[in-house]
T-cell receptor, first 115, second 111 residues
Framework: AAGVIQSPRHLIKEKRETATLKCYPIPRHDTVYWYQQGPGQDPQFLIS???????DKGSIPDRFSAQQFSDYHSELNMSSLELGDSALYFC??????????????FGPGTRLTVL | GNSVTQMEGPVTLSEEAFLTINCTYTATGYPSLFWYVQYPGEGLQLLLKATKADDKGSNKGFEATYRKETTSFHLEKGSVQVSDSAVYFC??????????FGSGTKLNVKP
């Protein structure tokens, strides 16, 4: 079965650079969530989208922005990168109102390293 | 608000030992409860879930029962293997919203 796809899987950037992370949800899923997991930390919710509209916002820095496109894929844009942004970024998708709507399917994550 | 508290690790066990990882939650309403496992350098894998009180989730020998009266969802396995070494996250989701994760418990199983 198709899973959530994230790209790239690994990314190395310098301080103050920008990065774009992409997430392709499971086909027909309309809701996307972004989480950030720092080293040795639990995943923290950043932001979510439902039907291309932001549905919830967590601890996402102002330097970050995200959007969901008409094909439901999502991109997380990160600017002025800081060392503390080094983390594993997960995307998850779900189908709102579906039989398993209270379950999110996680992608493998993008590991961002800021030098 | 919603939150998850799970026992701190690391937990170190010998192979074939019994495993319990405690998880309690605070939630408004009736959440769905999950256990995720994360192997080194990998993403989150769903281990098991329960969507209502008294439901028991089970997978690969792991079990957890949704206890509304004690707001708990403890993870158990009768006989652990070295391959079970990983970090385990308890999590809840409520009303089609975001996940709330516990802090994770690292399990080390020694041969």
């Amino acid at each position: 079965a198709a899973g959530v796809i994230q790209s790239p899987r690994h990314l190395i950037k310098e301080k103050r650079e920008t990065a774009t992370l992409k997430c392709y949800p499971i086909p027909r899923h309309d809701t996307v969530y972004w989480y950030q997991q720092g080293p040795g930390q639990d995943p923290q919710f950043l932001i979510s989208f439902y039907e291309k509209m932001q549905s919830d916002k967590g601890s996402i820095p102002d330097r970050f922005s995200a959007q969901q496109f008409s094909d439901y894929h999502s991109e997380l844009n990160m600017s002025s990168l800081e060392l503390g942004d080094s983390a594993l970024y997960f995307c998850a998708s779900s189908l709102y109102g579906g039989a398993h709507s209270n379950e999110q399917f996680f992608g493998p994550g993008t590991r961002l390293t800021v030098l | 608000g919603n939150s998850v508290t799970q026992m701190e690790g690391p937990v170190t066990l010998s192979e074939e030992a019994f495993l319990t990882i405690n998880c309690t939650y605070t939630a408004t309403g009736y959440p769905s409860l999950f256990w995720y496992v994360q192997y080194p350098g990998e993403g989150l894998q769903l281990l098991l879930k329960a969507t209502k009180a008294d439901d028991k989730g089970s997978n690969k020998g792991f079990e957890a029962t949704y206890r509304k009266e004690t707001t708990s969802f403890h993870l158990e396995k009768g006989s652990v293997q070295v391959s079970d070494s990983a970090v385990y996250f308890c999590a809840l989701i409520y009303n089609f919203n975001k996940f709330y994760f516990g802090s994770g418990t690292k399990l080390n199983v020694k041969p």
